[in-house]
């Protein structure tokens, strides 16, 4: 298993970068924030030069890397990096103060600067600037040092530095996706756990595919994986650390058992649970191994997620005589449906934000994914199509995944699309992919 050094580790070597001499640096106005949509909006324009190769070899690694922050930024719909076709002048020094005049005519509103440079020990370290345009402020400024090989980290964690920055908002880029890969014909496809960063790169294999593989949920404290898993008997639960690759039965269940999640400290896993015609929601504790009931109906309530509060559960049940959207208290009583739309709900899950509850609903031969406040008002839908399903929150709130399946010989893919319902963009995954879960930001 291919070790990452954490987020400590890599920010453990980083250092401010004052601003530069000739540079106006007196706040006296802070820059102006990105206002973070609800609705109609226009993208910021972004200049991202290519980073400089602060030693011989390293031209490669400094457009990768800018070329990486620009991916990231426009794929968040915020930010709009303009050609670089369209530049005047060409940054040689990034120690030196920009030539605001020439980037402000070709209307950037944001500038970023930086340099690649292999240190002595083989390390490579990073340096960035983010510009304000308009005020000749610099913005933000940092340098990391890290192994070479984890220069896309870099600029992933350079990419949230910025959004960070520019919206007030905390970034989701250096993050992880775990999703169920399927290679093969409809008729004899192979299923495999795998893992990619957000942006769809470094992706590596979790399982061989011998067994039937569903619903892998992250831990959102930890870098742990829950996951199910169909062999020749009972369907298990395991857990898995993406780190070191071990792997620990949770436990066989008779019958069936559907979604286990996280709770918001990953010291449980709320599943459900089928026993005849109905299932009901258990919650196991994974250092006691004791499992609790949390509801005891002749319905089958499945799919819990947790507030990020770990105070309450949102479900799926059909109780109501179709599936609908429950709410109750972390350790059960009573249950409040909060779906009242047409058609049915299913697959809730609760934003890290805690603001919103992501769902999919089915009506009138439409697969739609939308968000609701949590108390079922202000419901939105995000996108609606052919068999849309699966949503999976960013670790900042503001971006959903999930997965589309259109039918016919075709298999599924992944998408996401921010909480106003814009920027609805296609994942790149080797194969087909279906049933995605973000990660937490890396540690």
């Given at each position: 298993?291919l070790?990452?050094?954490?987020?400590?580790?890599i920010?453990?070597?980083?250092?401010?970068l004052?601003?530069?001499?000739?540079a106006?640096?007196v706040?006296a106005?802070a820059?102006k924030r990105?206002?973070?949509p609800?609705?109609?909006?226009?993208?910021?324009p972004?200049?991202?030069?290519?980073?400089?190769?602060?030693?011989?070899?390293?031209?490669?690694?400094?457009?990768?890397?800018?070329?990486v922050?620009?991916?990231n930024?426009k794929?968040?719909g915020?930010f709009?990096?303009?050609?670089p076709?369209?530049?005047i002048?060409?940054i040689?020094?990034?120690?030196?103060?920009?030539?605001?005049?020439?980037?402000?005519?070709?209307?950037a509103?944001?500038l970023v600067?930086?340099?690649?440079?292999?240190?002595?020990?083989?390390?490579?370290k990073?340096?960035?600037?983010?510009w304000?345009?308009?005020t000749q402020?610099?913005?933000?400024?940092?340098q990391?040092?890290t192994?070479p090989e984890y220069w896309?980290?870099i600029a992933h964690?350079i990419?949230d530095?910025?959004?960070?920055?520019?919206?007030?908002e905390?970034g989701?880029?250096d993050?992880?996706?775990?999703f169920v890969d399927e290679q093969?014909?409809?008729e004899?496809?192979?299923?495999r756990?795998a893992l990619m960063?957000?942006?769809g790169?470094?992706v590596?294999?979790?399982?061989?595919?011998a067994?039937?593989v569903l619903?892998?949920?992250?831990?959102?404290?930890?870098?742990?994986i829950?996951?199910?898993?169909?062999?020749q008997g009972?369907?298990r639960?395991?857990?898995f650390?993406?780190?070191t690759?071990?792997?620990?039965i949770?436990?066989?269940f008779?019958?069936?058992?559907?979604?286990?999640?996280?709770?918001?400290?990953?010291q449980?896993?709320i599943?459900?649970?089928?026993q005849?015609?109905n299932?009901?929601?258990?919650?196991?504790d994974?250092?006691?191994?004791?499992?609790?009931?949390?509801?005891d109906?002749?319905?089958?309530?499945?799919?819990?997620?947790?507030?990020?509060d770990?105070?309450r559960?949102?479900f799926?049940?059909?109780?109501?005589g179709?599936?609908q959207?429950?709410?109750?208290?972390?350790?059960?009583?009573?249950?409040q449906r909060?779906?009242?739309?047409e058609?049915s709900?299913?697959?809730?899950?609760w934003?890290?934000?805690g603001?919103?509850i992501?769902?999919t609903?089915q009506?009138g031969?439409?697969f739609a994914?939308?968000?609701?406040?949590?108390?079922?008002?202000?419901e939105r839908?995000l996108?609606?199509?052919y068999?849309?399903?699966g949503p999976?929150?960013a670790p900042n709130?503001?971006?959903?995944?999930f997965?589309?399946e259109?039918g016919?010989s075709?298999g599924?893919?992944?998408?996401?699309?921010?909480i106003?319902?814009?920027?609805e963009?296609?994942?790149?995954?080797p194969?087909?992919?279906?049933?995605?879960?973000?990660s937490?930001l890396?540690?």
């Amino acid at each position: 298993m291919l070790f990452r050094p954490s987020r400590r580790q890599i920010i453990s070597g980083m250092t401010a970068l004052g601003a530069l001499a000739g540079a106006r640096t007196v706040f006296a106005q802070a820059p102006k924030r990105i206002p973070i949509p609800e609705g109609e909006f226009v993208p910021q324009p972004i200049a991202i030069p290519n980073f400089v190769a602060g030693t011989p070899g390293d031209a490669e690694v400094g457009v990768g890397v800018a070329q990486v922050i620009t991916n990231n930024l426009k794929r968040s719909g915020l930010f709009a990096p303009i050609d670089p076709a369209a530049f005047i002048e060409r940054i040689t020094n990034p120690d030196n103060p920009p030539q605001f005049q020439s980037w402000k005519q070709i209307g950037a509103l944001y500038l970023v600067t930086g340099r690649m440079t292999r240190q002595g020990d083989g390390r490579l370290k990073a340096e960035f600037r983010l510009w304000d345009v308009n005020t000749q402020q610099q913005m933000a400024g940092q340098q990391y040092q890290t192994s070479p090989e984890y220069w896309r980290r870099i600029a992933h964690i350079i990419s949230d530095q910025i959004y960070e920055r520019a919206t007030s908002e905390k970034g989701y880029f250096d993050s992880r996706v775990v999703f169920v890969d399927e290679q093969g014909s409809k008729e004899r496809r192979v299923k495999r756990l795998a893992l990619m960063d957000q942006d769809g790169a470094n992706v590596r294999y979790l399982t061989k595919g011998a067994d039937l593989v569903l619903t892998p949920r992250f831990s959102p404290s930890t870098q742990e994986i829950t996951y199910m898993e169909f062999g020749q008997g009972d369907p298990r639960v395991y857990l898995f650390n993406v780190e070191t690759g071990q792997r620990e039965i949770v436990g066989n269940f008779p019958g069936m058992s559907f979604s286990p999640r996280f709770s918001p400290d990953g010291q449980r896993i709320i599943m459900s649970l089928q026993q005849g015609g109905n299932s009901n929601l258990f919650v196991m504790d994974l250092r006691s191994k004791s499992t609790t009931r949390l509801t005891d109906t002749p319905a089958i309530d499945t799919s819990p997620s947790y507030s990020p509060d770990g105070s309450r559960i949102c479900f799926e049940s059909d109780r109501g005589g179709k599936p609908q959207i429950y709410t109750m208290a972390a350790t059960g009583g009573g249950a409040q449906r909060i779906s009242f739309g047409e058609g049915s709900y299913s697959t809730p899950v609760w934003s890290p934000r805690g603001d919103y509850i992501a769902f999919t609903k089915q009506g009138g031969g439409q697969f739609a994914i939308g968000i609701m406040k949590t108390d079922g008002s202000g419901e939105r839908i995000l996108t609606s199509g052919y068999h849309n399903e699966g949503p999976t929150f960013a670790p900042n709130g503001r971006v959903v995944m999930f997965f589309r399946e259109p039918g016919g010989s075709a298999g599924p893919s992944l998408f996401t699309v921010d909480i106003s319902g814009r920027n609805e963009l296609r994942v790149p995954t080797p194969g087909f992919a279906s049933d995605p879960a973000w990660s937490p930001l890396l540690s």
